[in-house]
């Protein structure tokens, strides 16, 4: 529990709980090893500092414990540890959509000198946004990617412009085609075919 120290009155004194988590890295671990090997502070599995993540929650949200149950009276909702790092890791997705928007999309600052233009740009972020989450959650729907990697791994595909003295051609590996085709089954796509005032050939 932690009170402010401007609120350490008895009167109206308040307290938050801070939640810890702990999470063994095995990244970090890697990692550590690495760097006391080459120290020569690692012998016989002993390391001088555990390869531990920690993650902090402090909230205004009730813990449900008896301690908490005794000071507080009144009908009011307790929660659990779990039910608090759920409640507070969605905030955490949150900013990184927020990271996403002004990052990936170029929300930080806005390229037209006009209010109107900088709102057009806007709606067509939030559109491409849209867009991409909809690939995403087709592709990995239990764990969808966000747009750099959705980019990189279909638009960004190796290809080779290849001009003769008839064609023009692009040359793009098999499973790039084969994942296009893929995609192209997923979103249910039909081939249509293309009057001929709208050909460019």
Known sequence: MWTP???????????FPIVI?????????????????QKGLFMDGFMEEEPWEYYAVVSNIPLNTDKLHNELQGQQRYW???QIFEFHQKRGNAE??????????????YP???????HAYGLIAQI???????????LQPDKPHYSKKLRNNLILIPGHIIKTSAYTLMK?????????????EACRFKPETVPAYYSTA
């Open 80 to 82: 659990s540890i779990q």
């Open 128 to 138: 491409a946004h849209n867009l991409l989450r909809w690939v995403a959650i087709l």
């Open 5 to 15: 120290a401007w609120s350490q009155k008895e009167e109206a004194r308040l307290v």
């Open 112 to 118: 037209c000198q006009k209010l109107m233009a900088n």
């Open 21 to 37: 988590k702990r999470t063994w890295s095995d990244k970090l671990e890697k990692k550590k090893k690495k760097l006391e090997e």
């Open 96 to 109: 990184n959509f927020i990271r996403e928007e002004k990052y990936n999309f170029r929300l930080k600052n």
């Open 172 to 184: 793009i590996p098999k499973w790039a085609y084969k994942e296009v085709q893929a995609l192209r």
